[in-house]
């Protein structure tokens, strides 16, 4: 007799895999008010950034030892303001980057950031924050996921009044968990409350959100999310009817890349030290991770282990 075996389907999860590149590049972001400052502000961007991604480009052959695989990207926030249209904008911003030498291969919606194709990515995302709890902490403060608010350590105490037979607080300084000599503390608010219920999303949460997409490492129940779809005919005149992410280069390398870089005038800085903090403190799909190693190993190409080691920046003055 010969004995059959029965198993559930979801007691062997499966994890999508999904192409690889060897770098994301970032060719910039759009917002309302570059929007309105007229073609020459993309102009200027676009001409800064051709320089430095020549030098990108040529630091990763280098690195490679071989012609590397880069997909560039542009992300434009139709989250907190919806201005214009995508028949408006879209031409507008790639005739400028061609104007510059650059091919922009994916165009990204940063709200498909906080939900893509019926997926909350934003919350799944929030739910795997992992507080790296500082020294002598004890756990009176309620966790980043009731607050909103994450730390790259230890916040300064509540100075309360005395009460009868006790003491005050003494007011102590923030302490930075992994500090060198002195502490750079950072507290990262990652949403708000919509005056009408439900959360407004930051945008520090969003780009590190954003960021886990360009790097191969978002997932959804096991599905990819922010999936390229290729682009058809006109572009719509609604936000919402274009997908998330868009595929504008048939030929172009893999979306998701080991590595990314983004080339970003200075006044980015601030938020994007806040995404480190936030992938610092973020337990990342397991079998994502697992996937990347196999084929970076394969490769013989060196990946971080820190997933915020991963990502990279060029940051410009001005604008």
């Known amino acids: 007799m010969t004995e059959s075996v029965f198993r559930e389907t979801t007691a062997e999860p499966r994890t999508e895999a999904v192409p690889l590149s060897h770098l994301s590049l970032e060719l910039g972001h759009l917002y309302m008010e570059d929007f309105e400052a007229g073609p020459e502000r993309l102009r200027s ?3 800064r950034v051709a ?4 030098a990108v480009g040529g630091s990763v052959a ?49 709200s498909g950031c906080a939900e893509a194709d019926g997926a909350q990515v934003a919350e799944a995302v929030a739910g795997r924050l992992v507080e790296s709890p500082p020294p002598g902490a004890y756990g009176a403060r309620p966790p ?19 009460q009868a037979m006790k003491k005050a607080i003494p007011w102590q300084a923030p302490r930075e968990t992994a500090a060198r000599q002195h502490s750079v503390f ?16 930051s945008c520090p949460f969003l780009a590190a959100v954003w960021q886990l997409a360009r790097l191969g490492l978002l997932r959804h129940e096991g599905e990819a999310v922010l999936t390229p779809r290729p682009h058809e005919g006109p572009f719509p005149a609604h936000w919402d009817e274009m997908p998330p992410l868009l595929r504008l280069q048939p030929r172009a390398a893999p979306f998701a890349a080991y ?26 799909d397991p079998g994502a991770l697992q996937q990347v190693a196999v084929r970076s190993a394969g490769e013989g190409v060196a990946v971080p282990a820190s997933v915020a080691d991963r990502i990279s920046y060029v940051f410009y003055a001005g604008q």
């Open 186 to 201: 950072l507290d990262v608010e990652l949403w708000s409350e919509r005056p009408g219920g439900g959360k407004l999303w």
């Open 51 to 54: 320089h430095w991604a020549a």
């Open 62 to 110: 280098a690195e490679t030892g071989r012609r590397p695989r880069i997909s560039t990207c542009f992300l434009i926030d139709d989250y907190f303001t919806r201005f214009a249209t995508p028949r408006e904008v879209v031409p507008m911003l790639l005739e400028e980057a061609e104007r510059a030498g650059l091919t922009v291969d994916y165009l990204a919606r940063e």
């Open 259 to 284: 590595r990314t870089c983004s080339v970003l005038p200075n006044r980015f800085l601030p938020v994007e030290h806040a995404v480190r903090v936030i992938l610092d403190q973020t337990e990342v």
């Open 144 to 162: 980043a996921g009731q607050t909103g608010w994450l730390a790259n350590g230890e916040r300064s105490p509540v100075v309360r009044a005395p």
């Open 45 to 47: 961007h676009f001409a």
